[in-house]
């Protein structure tokens, strides 16, 4: 079975920064995309940050130009620098790979911004 398993999460002041890792164990496949994702208390899981395996990177208006996805589908791991956190950046980190029409998912890391 592929799986993935985050790591990094914390409790972190505002400004301050953290990074995300995620590595496939098992069986390794070439993942097409991979990503994080994330989850607030009562809010719907919503995209990050995510790489292509050609490199193609996305995130979310809300990260630009603080958090940077790296490494990813073309070689099973993955990592989010994140900068300047904010409060609101607190939330639940989920990796993700997809694999032509499938979508794994990771457990989750707490990511906690407070003063």
């Known amino acids: 079975q592929v799986r993935l398993v985050e790591s990094g999460g914390g409790l972190v002041q505002p400004g301050g920064s953290l990074r995300l890792s995620c590595a496939a164990s098992?069986?390794?496949?070439?993942?097409?995309?991979m990503g994080w994702y994330r989850q607030a208390p009562g809010k719907e899981r919503e995209l990050v940050a995510d790489?292509?395996?050609?490199?193609?990177?996305n995130y979310a208006d809300s990260v630009k130009g603080r958090f940077t996805v790296s490494g990813g589908a073309a070689e099973n791991t993955m990592t989010l620098q994140m900068n300047s956190l904010k409060p609101e950046d607190t939330a639940v980190y989920y990796c993700?790979?997809?694999?032509?029409?499938?979508?794994?998912w990771g457990q989750g890391t707490q990511v906690t911004v407070s003063s």
């Open positions: 993700s790979a997809v694999l032509y029409h499938y979508t794994y």
């Open positions: 098992g069986t390794i496949f070439s993942f097409n995309v």
């Open positions: 790489i292509s395996s050609g490199g193609i990177t």
